[in-house]
């Protein structure tokens, strides 16, 4: 039976990224050759935490990180972004059967995805909500990365979150790896740091959130936002992804890379901060 291919349209090629792409590929490969893959062996690598601006801005740091997967084989890649929009629900994801960008078409694992949505609707009462054309970037702006560092298929768990909090993050967490336990699969979690302070003011507080996160705890990370203001727009993606990593053995974080939007725009006294991360198991 031929699939019907109801394909998702690119919100950002043209804008985030190259909408050529021919172009796309160069720039991005450029970004990927920054990582130094011989830090981490690839069985290793449970996920990544990567800046979701245009490549232009946090290409390079984002690159540090994808570059690291290279020689890793996952079948499925969950991708746990925020959702900037306005939406009543608490989690959402894509009722398209593909993703497309100019480098083709990335086919969403609607099955698991259904799996993961029923076993978080019973623990906390919010299924994820499937809906059609939406225009997050923070999502699909990681996936000319995964295009170009996977060199075999693979399938896209994309979940966009509304919901901060913290039972239903720690929840969809555990569904993730429960539903996802015995398969070879890979976390991407996407958010940007601190957002329009002065370059100092953005180095003190992302400073304090990256410590944070290398600390590993979800109650830390949480504290530092809520106790010190350190500022994570993808917070909730943060907290579930790690918890998900945890719970199929990862047992630590490690900052790659660290950049502020001032070395595009040359302005210091607003600026956006980024950074990436790859989370790893000792064996």
Not at 159 to 172: D, E, G, P, V
């Amino acid at each position: 039976m031929t699939e019907i291919v109801d394909a998702r349209p690119s919100a950002i090629a043209g804008s985030w990224y190259p909408a050529n792409s021919s172009d796309l590929t160069l720039s991005v490969d450029s970004y990927l050759q920054l990582a130094n893959s011989r830090q981490f062996p690839p069985s290793n690598i449970k996920g990544l935490i990567v800046p979701h601006a245009g490549h232009i801005y946090s290409g390079q740091v984002a690159g540090k990180a994808f570059g690291l997967v290279k020689e890793t084989q996952p079948d499925t890649v969950v991708i746990l972004s925020p959702h900037h929009g306005y939406s009543p629900y608490a989690f959402l994801s894509s009722k398209h059967t593909h993703y497309q960008t100019p480098l083709g078409q990335v086919p969403i694992q609607h099955g698991l995805l259904d799996n993961i949505s029923k076993q978080l609707e019973t623990e906390t009462d919010q299924p994820i909500t499937l809906v059609g054309q939406d225009s997050e970037h923070s999502l699909e702006i990681q996936l000319p990365f995964l295009q170009r560092v996977l060199n075999h298929p693979f399938q896209l768990i994309p979940i966009m979150m509304r919901s901060y909090q913290f039972a239903h993050l720690i929840a969809l967490g555990d569904a993730i790896a429960n539903c996802l336990a015995g398969r070879a699969w890979l976390m991407v979690i996407s958010t940007d740091l601190s957002h329009f302070k002065t370059i100092g003011a953005a180095h003190n507080l992302d400073r304090d959130m990256l410590r944070a996160w290398e600390s590993f705890e979800e109650e830390g990370i949480l504290r530092s936002a809520m106790v010190e203001k350190t500022e994570a727009c993808g917070l909730n993606a943060v907290l579930a992804g790690i918890r998900a990593c945890k719970q199929a053995g990862a047992t630590g974080l490690s900052v790659l890379g660290y950049d502020t939007s001032a070395r595009v725009t040359g302005d210091r006294s607003s600026v956006v901060g980024y950074a990436s991360a790859v989370i790893t198991s000792e064996i």
